[in-house]
């Protein structure tokens, strides 16, 4: 038998049994499980982190290999002047680290993005979420100064978005429950590093029934940055979309509305 066809048949062979396509490269054999947790009898919920630091969500039987059901991002390195790494999960990843310095104040704070498994809100079942976790790092001590836990976490900006010569962190993230809607939190950092939450009353009076609500920032440069609101109706066949513009009033200290446009559209 020539030689070269009995390699060729003989790998083959063994992508069969292996039930693996060799035109594909596929890193799943390397990867490690950070956090597990059981959805029934013979089914598990996994967090893994391969070799590339990518960090995926996993779903399988438990006695056979966990299969990668969605990519959550890839896992940060931890700064050697992060102080706070006790403060992170070991069953959680992280996959986002940023920072605010302020030299005259001599402080830092830290705004670290993990992703991890828990309880479902209301129900008896595990899920995959976020957790945003803000830091401050000064002389007269470390703080944690917020721990929050998001359905998912699309985008954060850490930026003087406001124009009023103090910086921001903003989150726009997807509510429990619902991929229809996301929304925003939004701190403002304090001359002392310190934050504080701003209102954010006026976009949710509001709101009015809809199955799709999105809120988020437009950024267009200093002082030209506001927050766009679009909630979609369904009438009669018809897609009605209202997208309200709000910026941000310094005297009132809240956003104010700016403009409000409304379309229709027939997609049936």
């Known amino acids: 038998m020539n030689i070269r066809f009995s390699v060729a ?14 035109s594909k490269c596929v890193h799943q054999e390397n990867r490690h499980l950070i956090s597990v947790r059981s959805l029934n009898a013979n089914e598990q919920l996994a967090i893994a982190v391969d070799d590339d630091k990518k960090v995926t969500l996993s779903r399988g039987d438990a006695k056979e ?33 940023r920072k605010q310095s ?16 828990a309880k479902a ?3 008896d079942a595990y899920r995959s979420y976020s957790f945003l976790r803000i830091f401050l790092d000064r002389p007269q001590g470390r703080e944690v100064l917020a721990v929050n836990k998001f359905s998912e976490i699309n ?7 406001n124009a009023d010569g103090l910086p921001e962190i903003a989150v726009e993230y997807s509510e429990e429950g619902g991929s229809y809607t996301s929304w925003l939190r939004i701190w403002r950092i304090e001359p002392d590093g310190h934050i504080k939450p701003l209102s954010l009353d006026n976009l949710e009076k509001d709101l009015t029934f809809s199955d799709k609500v999105q809120a988020k920032l437009t950024y267009h440069g200093d002082a030209n940055t506001y927050i766009q609101m679009e909630q979609r109706l369904i009438i009669d ?19 104010r509305l700016t403009s409000t446009n409304r379309i229709e559209e027939k997609p049936f």
């Open 102 to 117: 302020c030299g005259r104040g001599g402080w830092t704070v830290w705004i670290a993005l993990t992703v991890g498994i």
């Open 65 to 97: 290999d966990m299969k990668s059901i969605r990519t959550l991002g890839y896992e940060e390195p931890f700064p050697q002047d992060f102080h706070f790494t006790s403060e992170i999960p070991k069953d959680q990843a992280l996959i986002s680290l």
């Open 155 to 161: 985008r954060i900006i850490v930026d003087d978005i």
């Open 237 to 255: 066949k018809t897609w009605h979309f209202i997208r309200n513009n709000y910026a941000w009033d310094e005297k009132a200290q809240q956003y």
């Open 121 to 123: 809100e209301g129900l």
């Open 9 to 22: 048949f003989l790998l083959g062979f063994l992508f069969l049994i292996q039930g693996t396509d060799p």
